[in-house]
């Protein structure tokens, strides 16, 4: 689903558009609630690493009984742009005829930002983890 595509480090710097025509209407699930090896129960990382959001249609009521919080409260909590009204099948036939590209959110009325050209960036470095990591038990698991 959209939580796990938006933290999903393999997208990290890129804006995402969401074809589905309802995005939101489940929620967020528990951000803080871990899996049995200490990882994000319901995430692929521990935020969002999109740079901004793109959808048609956004829903702000949710129902799911696991959810917690809606998605525009958590976009707004790590400080990730969304906007919707946009035709994002349109944008994907776009990308699927011309390749990836790069892109921006303008706000009217706003100074326009500065093209990112997240390539120019060490992505993976931004996305890795600074020390290592131990999962499981086990000698294989053990400190060398």
């Known amino acids: 689903g959209y939580t796990e595509s938006l933290t999903d480090p393999?997208?990290?710097?890129?804006?995402?558009?969401?074809?589905?025509?309802?995005?939101?209407?489940?929620?967020?699930?528990?951000?803080?609630?871990?899996?049995?090896?200490?990882?994000?129960?319901?995430?692929?990382?521990?935020?969002?690493?999109?740079?901004?959001?793109?959808?048609?249609?956004?829903?702000?009521?949710?129902?799911?009984?696991?959810?917690?919080?809606?998605?525009?409260?958590?976009l707004r909590k790590e400080g990730v742009p969304g906007i919707c009204g946009?035709?994002?099948?349109?944008?994907?036939?776009?990308i699927r005829s011309k390749g990836a590209m790069l892109g921006k959110i303008v706000i009217e009325g706003q100074e326009e930002p500065e093209w990112e050209d997240p390539n120019k960036r060490n992505l993976v470095a931004e996305v890795s983890t600074k020390e290592i990591m131990r999962f499981g038990q086990g000698p294989e698991h053990q400190d060398q």
Not at 86 to 94: A, G, P, Q, S
């Open 86 to 94: 946009i035709d994002t099948r349109l944008i994907t036939k776009k």
């Open 10 to 74: 393999s997208y990290r710097g890129q804006l995402m558009a969401l074809t589905f025509p309802m995005i939101g209407n489940y929620g967020i699930p528990d951000l803080d609630e871990k899996d049995e090896l200490g990882m994000p129960a319901h995430f692929e990382s521990d935020h969002i690493q999109v740079a901004a959001l793109i959808v048609q249609d956004y829903s702000e009521s949710f129902s799911h009984w696991q959810a917690k919080v809606s998605l525009g409260d958590w």
